[in-house]
């Protein structure tokens, strides 16, 4: 693929108007690198609107300008621009955080933020949400691992015919289907079969139609009702039950932080029925240690 045609479907998916950031991720260019052509060029498409804080162009114009100005595609520096091979190669959990998706696609947490800014919520293809999960946020990997397979692979555009659109629709589930190591979803899904049900989910907020029926059979589910429970149900993990740390435990629970260490101490993993373990982060399920305190701990006592 040349570095114009690269160009021309990366800016398909942007929308009419566009930010600095935007032109320069379309390009594999930095910001900086970007500014250098505007601060260069006197013909350099005009700022025309604002988004927030940040100047927009028209993206049309920028296209022209960039292809009119080939040369400057051009990348003779070493490493890969496209991050698929990160993403196919990636082993993670369920839920991931900015640190481990930026380390397992190679880059830094800014350019995870950017993903983030530059197809927000309310666009046709948003980026997963993320969920507070104790003091981390987390987001669906299944769901970010579609996304970003999409990036170099959007939506196509204008009217296409039914084999050409499954062909879309199957392009990532043809590849990993019978892949055992990717793992599987929230729903029980392959990450294959996830990767179809997303790409229906975009097409859907598109407005293109894709048969229920045809989804159902790529999915294994029982029907149209099934697929549509699934369209309905969010993107974003939900979030954990309420954890807390001691102190805080303690006041929700109506016990002293001290004798919750003590519980901790006297009741260890291993035994009959160990305190509620702490999780990475060093909290607690509320829940249930309000569940144990009923059966071991001074409830439990009173009573």
């Avoid at 604002?50 to 292809?67: F, M, Q, Y």
């Avoid at 016990?255 to 519980?263: A, F, I, N, Q």
Wanted: hydrophobic share 40%.
């Amino acid at each position: 693929m040349t570095a114009q045609s690269t160009v021309k479907e990366r800016f398909a998916a942007l929308p009419d108007q566009i930010t600095r950031p935007e032109i320069a991720e379309a390009v594999g260019r930095s910001t900086q690198g970007v500014q250098n052509w505007i601060d260069g060029y006197e013909d350099f498409p005009p700022v025309v609107d604002k988004r927030g804080n940040a100047g927009v162009r028209k993206r049309d114009d920028v296209l022209a300008w960039l292809l009119s100005h080939e040369h400057l595609l051009k990348d003779d520096r070493p490493g890969p621009r496209d991050r698929t091979g990160h993403v196919r190669e990636a082993r993670l959990g369920a839920l991931v955080t900015v640190a481990e998706l930026a380390n397992a696609l190679g880059v830094g947490r800014r350019t995870v933020a950017y993903y983030a800014s530059s197809a927000p919520a309310g666009s046709t293809d948003p980026f997963p949400a993320a969920t507070e999960h104790g003091r981390r946020s987390v987001r669906s990997w299944p769901a970010v691992r579609s996304w970003l397979l999409r990036r170099g692979d959007p939506l196509p555009h204008g009217e296409a015919s039914w084999e050409d659109f499954q062909r879309w629709l199957l392009a990532v589930y043809d590849v990993d289907k019978n892949d055992e190591t990717l793992g599987h979803d929230e729903h029980g899904l392959s990450m294959a079969q996830r990767d179809v049900l997303e790409r229906v989910r975009v097409a859907k907020t598109a407005g293109r139609r894709v048969p229920a029926e045809w989804t159902a059979q790529v999915l294994g589910l029982s029907g149209p009702k099934e697929v549509a429970r699934l369209l309905a149900a969010p993107v974003a993990p939900p979030p954990l039950q309420e954890r807390l740390g001691m102190a805080a435990l303690a006041r929700a629970v109506g016990v002293s932080e001290k004798s919750l260490h003590g519980y901790a101490r006297r009741y260890p993993a291993g035994c009959a029925d160990p305190f509620p373990a702490k999780d990475a982060d060093g909290l607690r399920d509320v829940a249930e240690v309000r569940a144990w305190l009923g059966r071991t701990g001074p409830v439990a006592q009173l009573s």
